[in-house]
């Protein structure tokens, strides 16, 4: 028992070793992680499409009108090409929805600061604060394309402890707005 579990824990360590490694890789080499995640997700989607397509065929699945599993393939394998060559459009939609997102979500809690001001709650000042920052965030997203994964993921990390700290805001004072 005693080896299994030093056997175990050595084990945790060359995981937790090869995740360092792949994280290190990320923050150095970004746009041939991105490139690399794109051909992986691409080439498992091109194998699902693939297996649907031969399931079909096998099953003599074109007899069976409620089976679609040739259409899911094909649209399986056209994802899969669409993300192993678009991947730099791939990324640039998601930074764009993502900054959309944020923005939205900092007008919202903009406002939310102005209603704590009119409610007279003193917090409203770190409410405004964190809203801007929230905004600035957004918009730094959404105009620099060449934006790292590292920097969205920092943007992104930023915003979810923003929205967290304005979620509990709100929710402490919701009853004097009302």
């Known amino acids: 028992m005693n080896n299994l579990l030093k056997k175990s824990g050595w084990m945790d360590i060359l995981v937790s070793i090869i995740f360092a490694v792949i994280?290190?890789?990320?923050?150095?080499?970004?746009?041939?992680a991105i490139k690399i995640i794109s051909y992986i997700f691409g080439g498992m989607f091109i194998a699902v499409g693939i297996i649907k397509c031969v399931n079909y065929f096998l099953s003599k699945g074109k007899y069976d009108f409620y089976n679609y599993d040739l259409v899911y393939g094909l649209i399986a394998i056209i994802i899969g090409l669409i993300t192993i060559?678009?991947?730099g459009l791939i990324e640039s939609t998601i930074r764009i929805i993502l900054?959309?997102?944020?923005?939205?979500s900092a007008l919202i809690r903009l406002s939310l600061s102005l209603k704590l001001?009119?409610?007279?709650?003193?917090i409203?000042?770190?409410s405004l604060i964190l809203s801007i920052i929230m905004l600035i965030g957004g918009i730094y997203m959404l105009f620099q394309s060449g934006a790292l994964v590292l920097t969205m993921g920092i943007i992104i990390l930023s915003y979810s402890i923003i929205d967290l700290i304005e979620s509990i805001i709100f929710t402490k004072y919701v009853d004097k707005l009302l």
């Open 23 to 32: 994280g290190i890789f990320m923050i150095v080499k970004t746009d041939l």
């Open 85 to 87: 060559f678009c991947s």
């Open 99 to 104: 900054a959309f997102w944020i923005i939205y």
């Open 117 to 122: 001001h009119t409610a007279q709650i003193e």
């Open 124 to 126: 409203w000042n770190i």
